[in-house]
């Protein structure tokens, strides 16, 4: 790219994208730059790029770094095959998550990564359709939104969402004792907050409280919990066993609640797909873990709501090795970034780019190109468990209410814009016939 084209990216993409949080959102500027931001995934700008270059690979200076944007599908495969020793985290996310969770999986490498990974994989029942505790997830889940649900107000706003999944979170992972133990998430909050900065501290003042709390969890863990399970797995030195915690806390909490609070937003602003969540979930018993895992239809709309405003807008790699995309050499160390909020929503290879598509995901073959879940080797590790949640919280939420989006606006009849402020969204809610 020009210099010219690459100071647009640097300037009106990726600061932005720096600056609301890579770790965590930073609320104020999630509301400036979607306030005045159109296409903060720079939709428009990569197209143009590739109509300009007849290329879908590109060389930009980010900051001060010669990287790589990859946008054609053979090259994004090979990124994410070959993760993470050819392609590790990107140095921000590694330094990052340095903070609050040295040795994680996801930033690690080798025989480490490959432990690591098993142990994930293991613990979070990666490999099975349901977990083995799905039951217990979801009395939970069941529990924490007949309380929530008490006060019909709360069910109105994101604040009371961002509790909810708070409360379900530490439940699933720690045991009931860790309900109302606000001072594990504020801690971990902190350190998010930490690692979401320019210019990071060496060591965070939150580390050893947090961890202090997380061994108390693991040592006296509850049965039925994910810390339960930890001492259950084989592990070893290398794993690291309290290291792999936060990573599940803060996916579950932040990352899942805010794809299903735009979920629900979805489907409230689209009545023919409401319709057929509602003609579904009349189908199945919702409660069981059986029936909210036949829910095909409903994990389709999560999966929109995810594809269409992808929480990990851009996949951020680092070459460990020298090596060879789309025909270019590239050298060990080089920044390579894969650009989800680009790729899905691209009209030439996405026939429902712009519009709300549940079907597809139930009738189709998954698109090669989405990967807000991650993909290859370092797919998300709490894929079912994560889509099993989230169906299991929206069909309680859906049972018997009937949610109306007041702000911000969506329907059928509009473009689904690039962006969704979630903090911003706003329900009305009435009782329903749970089988109209
Ligand atoms: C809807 C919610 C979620 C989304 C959108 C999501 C998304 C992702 C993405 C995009 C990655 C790949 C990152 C990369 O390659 O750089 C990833 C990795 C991972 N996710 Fe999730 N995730 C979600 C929920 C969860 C949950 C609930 C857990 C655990 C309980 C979890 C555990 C992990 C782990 C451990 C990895 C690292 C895997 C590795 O590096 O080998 N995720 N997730």
Known sequence: MSFADALVYNLGY????????????RRPWVYFWLAVHPDPGAVGFLGRMRDKHRSGIFWIRLGT?????????????????LSPDVYQAGSFKREGMQLFQPNAVTISRGEAWQERRWFNEAVLDFHRSRHRYAAQFLSIVRDEVAIMSRSVRSLRSWDSYDRLFETITRRIVFGTAARDDAEVTRLLKRM????????????SRYYD?????????????????????CGQVPSTELTKVENQLPHWLFAMWQT?????????ALIAAHPDAEREVRREMAGVDLTTSEGIDRLAYLEGCVQEAMRLWPTTPLIFRETTV????G??????????????????????????????SPRSWVDGEEHPLFHHLGGGAQVCAGKPLALFLAKAVLATLLDGRRFRLVRPSLGPSQRVPYAFNHFRVRFEVSPSEAAE
């Open 14 to 25: 990726l600061v932005p994208y720096l600056l609301q949080g890579v770790f965590t959102d």
């Open 65 to 81: 770094r010669r990287s790589l944007i990859v946008l054609d599908r053979e090259d994004v495969h090979r990124v994410l095959k």
């Open 192 to 203: 998010l907050r930490e690692a979401n900065r320019l210019i990071k501290p060496r060591r």
């Open 209 to 229: 409280r947090f961890y202090a709390r997380i061994r108390a969890y693991l040592d006296a863990a509850e049965p039925g919990s994910l810390a339960a399970l």
């Open 256 to 264: 899942l609640g805010t794809n299903v609070v735009r979920a629900l």
């Open 322 to 325: 020298r090596d060879v995309l």
């Open 327 to 356: 025909g270019v050499e590239i050298p060990a160390k080089t920044p390579v970034l894969i650009p989800n909020s680009f790729n899905h929503r691209d009209r030439e290879r996405v026939v429902t780019a712009d519009r709300f």
